[in-house]
C-alpha cells in the first residue's frame, strides 16, 4: 500500500511539474541548465501494466528451452581457443590479475591487433549477460581495431569468488586487469551495469580513456521508481530466481525489449548465465552498493571528472528508462552527445546493424 502511494505520487509530480521534452529549454546553453540536484525526473509506465502479452512469455521461455535442450551442452573456453563467429576469429584469454589483496582469474575475448598510437575497444556487458552479447560488433570492429570483451566478475567464466564487488572497486580491478594485458588507452563500449563500472573507471583513471560509449544506465537523473529491480535482488527469497538462467534470460529477453532478440542469441545467452555460482555472485554487487548511492556519486563526483568525448547510447522504446530523461543532458558535460536506437533495453542485441553504426560514427569523428 506505501509503495503504490509513493509512485502514485511520483506520477502526480511528474505530471504538474513537466520535464525535458523535444523542446525544453535544457538543450539550449548549458548556463540556462539548472543544478543537477535540483532537475526533475519522468517516471516510467506503471509497472502494474504488463508491457508483453503473457503468451508472448510463455512462449519464448518454451521455444528457448527447448532450443537449449536440443543443442549441444555447454562447454567451458580454454585458454587460446579460438571461435569463430561471423567469420572472425574470437580468442578466449584467462589472465589472473590483482584483486582483494591478491589475485582472480578474468575471462575475455580479444580479437583484431592491437595498433600503436591507437586506443583499444574495450566492451563491458549488463545483467544478465556475457561478453558474448557484443559478438556482432566485434566482428564488424575487428579489422581495425584491437577489441577486448571480458567477462565482468562474478558472470561469465570470470572469477566469482567472495571479496570486494563494489562498482567502484570492481573498476579498479577492471582496470588492473587492462593494466596487466597491456591496454594503456581504450574507448569504453559499455552496457547496463558494465556502464556503472567504466563510470568509476574513467573518473578515476581519465588517462586510460580515449573515449566513452556509454549504454542503458540512469545518469543524471534518478528516482527509486526508476528501478523497482533493486527490491528484487535485496530480497533473500526472490534473488533465488537469478540461479533460474532457465527463466531468467527467455523472461528478461522478451520483457525489457523492443524488438525480438533471435532465438540463437537467446540460447547463448541462457547458456553462458548458467556457469555455477553466477547467481551468487551478482548479488554481491547490490549488497555492496545501491542505485541511489551511484547516482549520487556521479552527480557529485563522476560527471565532472570525465574528461574524454562521450556518446550516451539509448534505447528508443525502453519502458524502465524514460527518453525524456536523456533530452537535453549534453550541457552537463564537456563533450557528449546523445543518440537513441530504434529498440528497447536490450538494443545492441536487437538492433546490432544500427548499434554498430552509431558507434562507428563516433569512433570516426571523435576519436
Not at 562447454?75 to 572472425?88: C, K, N, P, S, Y
Not at 591507437?118 to 557484443?134: I, K, N, T
Not at 554487487?285 to 568525448?309: G, M, N, T
Request: aromatic share 12%; with cysteine; glycine share 6%.
Amino acid at each position: 500500500m506505501y509503495d503504490k502511494f509513493i509512485y502514485e505520487y511520483m506520477i502526480i509530480l511528474a505530471a504538474v511539474c513537466p520535464i525535458e521534452s523535444e523542446e525544453n529549454p535544457m538543450t539550449s546553453q548549458a548556463n540556462a541548465l539548472p543544478p543537477l540536484e535540483e532537475i526533475e525526473f519522468q517516471a516510467p509506465r506503471d509497472p502494474s501494466e504488463p508491457s508483453k502479452g503473457l503468451h508472448r512469455l510463455l512462449w519464448n521461455i518454451l521455444r528457448v528451452n527447448w532450443a537449449v535442450w536440443r543443442s549441444p551442452p555447454r562447454r567451458d573456453a580454454e585458454d587460446g581457443e579460438v571461435e569463430i563467429l561471423h567469420d572472425t576469429e574470437m580468442t578466449h584469454r584467462f589472465v589472473s590479475a590483482p584483486a582483494d589483496g591478491d589475485t582472480i582469474v578474468w575471462h575475455y575475448v580479444e580479437a583484431g591487433k592491437a595498433r600503436s598510437g591507437q586506443p583499444s575497444l574495450v566492451f563491458l556487458h549488463g545483467m544478465p549477460e556475457s561478453w558474448y552479447m557484443w559478438h556482432h560488433q566485434i566482428a564488424a570492429f575487428a579489422p581495425d581495431w584491437h577489441c577486448i570483451a571480458p567477462d565482468l566478475r562474478g558472470y561469465g567464466q570470470s572469477d566469482k569468488s567472495p571479496g570486494d564487488y563494489r562498482q567502484e572497486g570492481v573498476a579498479d580491478q577492471m582496470h588492473d586487469l587492462l593494466a596487466q594485458i597491456g591496454v594503456e588507452q581504450a574507448v569504453f563500449i559499455t552496457h547496463d551495469r558494465g556502464s556503472v563500472i567504466a563510470d568509476y573507471l574513467i573518473a578515476n583513471y581519465p588517462e586510460m580513456a580515449a573515449g566513452y560509449v556509454r549504454g542503458e544506465q540512469h545518469l543524471v537523473h534518478f528516482n527509486p521508481c526508476l528501478a523497482p529491480q533493486e527490491k528484487f535482488f535485496l530480497d533473500p527469497k526472490q534473488s533465488r530466481k537469478l540461479a533460474w538462467a532457465w527463466l531468467v534470460i527467455p523472461f528478461t529477453f522478451v520483457a525489457q525489449t523492443h524488438h525480438p532478440i533471435p532465438l540463437a542469441d537467446q540460447v547463448r545467452a541462457r547458456k553462458e548465465f548458467s556457469y555455477p555460482g553466477i547467481a551468487h555472485a551478482v548479488l554481491r554487487y547490490f549488497y555492496s552498493s545501491s542505485f541511489v548511492k551511484e547516482w549520487r556519486d556521479r552527480r557529485h563526483r563522476l560527471i565532472k571528472a570525465w574528461k574524454c568525448p562521450i556518446l550516451v547510447l539509448q534505447g528508443e522504446h525502453d519502458t524502465r528508462q524514460p527518453k525524456a530523461n536523456y533530452l537535453g543532458i549534453e550541457g552537463y558535460f564537456e563533450d557528449m552527445s546523445v543518440e537513441f536506437i530504434d529498440g528497447g533495453h536490450f538494443y545492441v542485441t536487437e538492433n546490432p546493424t544500427a548499434t554498430t553504426k552509431a558507434i562507428e560514427r563516433f569512433l570516426s569523428s571523435r576519436i
